[in-house]
């Protein structure tokens, strides 16, 4: 099917969601992608941070079809050996005690606002159910998470939202004034991805953390972007001293099939019992050891190389003429010129390059493995459309 056959068909029967790029993706391989027509592109989007080793990545194939050759699905009232490897491995890597296995990042930001208004009520009743996220956030689509989410221009059209979420400006005096005796949860993303690409302060973080502590208040951390070595550590929280009592994360965890997670650590690990929770599809077997492919290879060899990449790519983006700023840790970086974001996304793909925009910033989540001479590539289409 040519290009025009394929988008007639999609604007024909899909639902008009999506404002796509002006091309396919057919094939490719690692961080090389192609279209139907042939054309070749460097991919600094990984789907949205979701393809960790890229397209086609042989360990990852091997892994998924092994698991198909034995069972693609058996639901949650039964045992399957990748769900209870994988939540092992997690908790290994992590510390955390207990994992809940869902299908996305906003299924598992949904259970840790499940998990964090009951073990609120379970402890000290009804009407401790507030939870404050941060400004510019965003923690997904469905009703309970884009309520969560801290940005206006997301809370239209769905009204009456999910009632008891505020918006605390990213420092700790900013979700102190939030906070107040029916608070039970404080939830955000430390590097704030789809508003900007901006990472928290590591001084307010640590204190607003040491808050929660003293006042019993759940610190819920996203990483739904942000974790499985996308920053160069396995998760954006290592990077702070920290301890979160719940950690979401999704998008790279299996690799490209939808697997969230949401992991509890000390006081949290009993708080969901029988019937409280559930999913049909989470922890899909197959998701699941897509999933421990790629957490099984990132290891402190591959994210010493993402630090080294992200130095790389930092050093030589904040060279460009007309880029204002670079921000982000590891391999998620925000990129702010003096020029259209989307514009520039759209001068890239016509180049070779695949980017993504977060509100007026260039936004680049390219796959942890990529080569030099991919880097190289890519930096060099970014300078002439950027420097133009």
């Known amino acids: 099917m040519d290009f025009q056959d394929l988008q007639h068909l999609d604007k024909q029967f899909i639902a008009n969601t999506y404002n796509r790029f002006q091309t396919d993706i057919a094939a490719g391989n690692g961080a090389k992608l192609v279209s139907s027509a042939g054309k070749e592109y460097i991919d600094f989007a990984s789907g949205i941070a979701v393809n960790t080793f890229g397209v086609n990545d042989e360990a990852w194939k091997q892994a998924v079809i092994g698991q198909l050759n034995k069972v693609q699905h058996a ?10 490897k994988l939540a092992q491995l997690l908790c290994e890597k992590t510390g955390a005690k207990k994992v809940f296995f869902s299908n996305s990042g906003a299924e598992a930001n949904e259970c840790a606002i499940k998990a964090a208004r009951k073990y609120s009520e379970d402890k000290y009743g009804a009407g401790r159910y507030e939870i404050v996220t941060l400004k510019n956030s965003f923690h997904g689509r469905t009703l309970a998470t884009l309520s969560a989410t801290g940005q206006d221009a997301m809370h239209k059209h769905f009204a009456p ?6 918006y605390a400006d990213p420092t700790y005096e900013g979700v102190r004034a939030m906070c107040s ?7 955000m993303e430390l590097v704030q991805g789809e508003s900007g690409v901006n990472v928290l302060d590591i001084e307010e973080v640590e204190k607003i953390a040491l808050f929660c502590k003293k006042n019993d208040i759940l610190l819920i951390i996203d990483e739904v972007q942000t974790g499985n070595g996308r920053t160069g550590r396995l998760y954006a929280y290592e990077h702070y001293k920290i301890k979160p009592d719940v950690v979401t994360t999704a998008k790279g965890l299996a690799g490209g099939l939808p697997l969230g997670a949401t992991m509890f650590f000390g006081k949290t690990e009993n708080v969901f019992t029988y019937g409280d929770h559930g999913s049909t599809f989470g922890g899909n077997p197959v998701a699941c050891a897509g999933a421990l492919s790629i957490l099984s290879r990132i290891d402190q060899d591959l994210l010493f190389e993402v630090q080294g990449k992200s130095a790389y790519l930092f050093t ?3 060279r460009i003429r007309n880029v204002l700023k670079v921000t982000g840790l590891g391999l998620m970086i925000g990129l ?4 259209d974001a989307k514009a520039l996304a759209a001068a890239c793909l016509e180049r070779g390059l695949i980017v993504l925009t977060a509100k007026n910033k260039l936004r680049l989540l390219p796959p942890l493995n990529i080569k030099k001479d991919e880097l190289d590539c890519g930096l060099k289409i970014l300078n002439e459309v950027i420097s133009e």
């Open 161 to 166: 939202f999910v009632a008891g979420f505020s």
């Open 336 to 339: 702010e010129t003096n020029k």
């Open 316 to 318: 030589h983006l904040g």
């Open 181 to 187: 005796k029916r608070t039970c949860a404080v939830m």
């Open 75 to 84: 639901c949650n009232l039964y045992y399957t050996e990748p769900q209870a």
